[in-house]
């Protein structure tokens, strides 16, 4: 399968890191335009990757991490070969990305440190919480579709596909990693729940979780835009 993304190198200034960003579903890598600015200016190159069925990459569906976790270590693989990374290479991920970033990490350890904003703790928690979204006038009828709308699509895409939706679970990934993990999540995000993120960081008591007062779904940077640069960078710099 093809992988794209947008590779975008600094002139080594007393530094080579680079930095890889994954987006969103729906999204693309060329939407984190505004992150590899910051990085850039901060003396990191950025590599801006499209996921899977996403952007300029091949693939049927989104795997929510399934297939993409590996696709992370391809894209380490690509970065360990370029001069601008000698120093390291470290990862934000965002929404989806973040739920894939922190998958990858159980089996891919040469990222320095990584930062995931909003990430989701199951394929299937989150799409329960989308489905009851949906009947937020009649909430009982939420909590009881929820659950045998969520296993019909898993068992969907496991006949479809040969896919296991049921198998992406970052909550489970980060136990006992080792990698420097911040978690970003803000209080107001409807999409993705704190909580979710917040049971996450319980898996692992290395992880650091940032609470985001008024930020919506992955809107940190809008909310408190000197205190999200002053901690990414911040936390890539420690490690």
């Known amino acids: 399968m093809r992988l794209s993304g947008r590779f975008l190198p600094v002139e080594r200034a007393g530094r080579a890191r680079c930095a890889i960003a994954l987006h969103g579903v729906g999204d693309h890598g060329g939407n984190a335009l505004w992150l590899a600015r910051m990085l850039a200016a901060a003396g990191y190159s950025a590599l801006l990757a499209d996921s899977r069925a996403h952007g300029q990459s091949g693939g049927e569906l989104a795997t929510y991490g399934v297939l993409e976790r590996n696709d992370v270590s391809s894209w380490v693989d690509f970065l360990s070969s370029a001069p601008e990374c000698i120093d390291g290479i470290y990862a934000y991920g965002a ?86 993990i911040l978690i970003i999540h803000g209080d107001a995000d409807d999409n993705i729940p704190l909580g979710q993120s917040q049971a996450i960081a319980a898996r692992n008591p290395e992880i650091q979780l940032w609470v985001v007062p008024g930020a919506r779904h992955t809107g940190a940077a809008s909310a408190a835009p000197e205190e999200f640069k002053r901690r990414l960078l911040g936390w890539f710099d420690a490690h």
Do not use: N
Not at 96 to 123: D, N
């Open 95 to 180: 929404s989806m990305g973040a739920g894939i970033l922190l998958q990858s990490l159980a089996g891919e350890r040469r990222l320095k440190a990584v930062v995931a904003e909003c990430p989701f703790p199951s394929f299937a928690e989150v799409a329960r919480h989308r489905i009851r979204g949906f009947f937020h006038e009649t909430p009982w009828m939420g909590a009881t579709a929820a659950r045998p709308i969520v296993f019909g699509g898993i068992l969907y895409a496991r006949v479809r596909y040969g896919i296991d939706l049921g198998a992406a679970a970052p909550e489970k990934s980060v136990a006992g990693v080792k990698t420097p």
